[in-house]
């Protein structure tokens, strides 16, 4: 009855901490391509070919239902894989969706025009893939009207953020919030369009300021899971044992997820 959860790197445990707390009783395989990190610099037909083995690997561990914890690969690979890769019994979901459900309070399967929301200007802080894939704007404008998306393009932060140096991280988002302040003076809120930066939104919410809402994904995404799950229990697999995989070195791996997590975990290699 496992869930898989896939990130390029260690940012996807933001939603792996959420996802284990408001699901106990699921087994989560958690698999980081951390050899391969970031994949916010990457083409997409790499990130495409990197995130099918990923995904593949779950499958093996027993995980029917997998959840890409990476912003760059949901952009950049989902549809495509959607399109003509998954077979009918397996799937494979984004982050994405619970999201844009949150920024226009309606439901995915809504199939209403869009309307106006609440929300008229939205800072987007994504890798450069990410936003060089529109994939966000696109997908909102499907539902909502009337807003204005300013995206900034975050060069460093995940970087960072995987060699555990904070301070370099800090400075590298207060940064990139002045760059986009430059383009959008007043936004309404702010969106951390990578699962690495919740680790630093305190930082980002410091630096847009505290009339800023600022959307962070892992709780969204925890809360979506659960309700799909809800209403398609079938989709747990068969895998009973929660794991943690790496294509780095399980050791170095370990230890940064350790850090993260603030408890022990143990990556083995995938």
């Known amino acids: 009855m496992a869930v898989g959860i896939f990130d390029s790197g260690l940012g996807g445990l933001t939603v792996y901490d959420a996802v284990s707390k408001r699901l106990p009783d699921v087994p989560l395989v958690y698999f980081g391509d951390n050899a391969h990190a970031p994949y916010g610099v990457r083409s997409a037909d790499d990130i495409y070919n990197l995130t099918t083995q990923a ?56 199939n209403s025009p869009p309307r106006e929301v609440a929300v008229k200007h939205i800072a987007l802080f994504a890798t450069p893939a990410t936003v060089a894939s529109r994939a966000f704007q696109r997908e909102l404008a499907f539902r909502a009207i009337g807003v204005d998306v300013e995206a900034q393009a975050c060069g460093g932060v995940v970087d960072a953020i995987e060699e555990g140096d904070m301070i370099l991280a800090d400075a590298l988002v207060r940064s990139h919030v002045d760059a986009l302040k430059r383009k959008m003076p007043t936004p309404d809120a702010a969106i951390l369009g990578c699962t690495h930066y919740p680790i630093m939104e305190t930082a980002f919410q410091e630096a847009l300021g505290e009339d800023v809402r600022v959307f962070s994904q892992a709780n969204l995404v925890a809360e979506s899971l659960a309700d799909y799950l809800a209403r398609h229990p079938k989709m747990l697999g068969e895998g009973t044992e929660s794991l943690f995989l790496t294509t780095g070195d399980p050791a170095k791996v370990s230890r940064g997820a350790t850090q993260f997590l603030r408890r022990k975990v143990e990556f083995t290699k995938a």
Not at 57 to 64: E, Q, V
């Open 55 to 110: 995904v593949e690997r779950l499958w093996d561990a027993g995980c029917d239902l997998v959840i890409l914890a990476c912003n760059t690969a949901s952009a950049a690979a989902l549809r495509r894989m959607q399109e003509n890769w998954i077979p009918p019994e397996k799937r494979v979901l984004g982050v994405f969706v619970p999201l844009i459900e949150a920024l226009t309070e309606r439901q995915w399967g809504d």
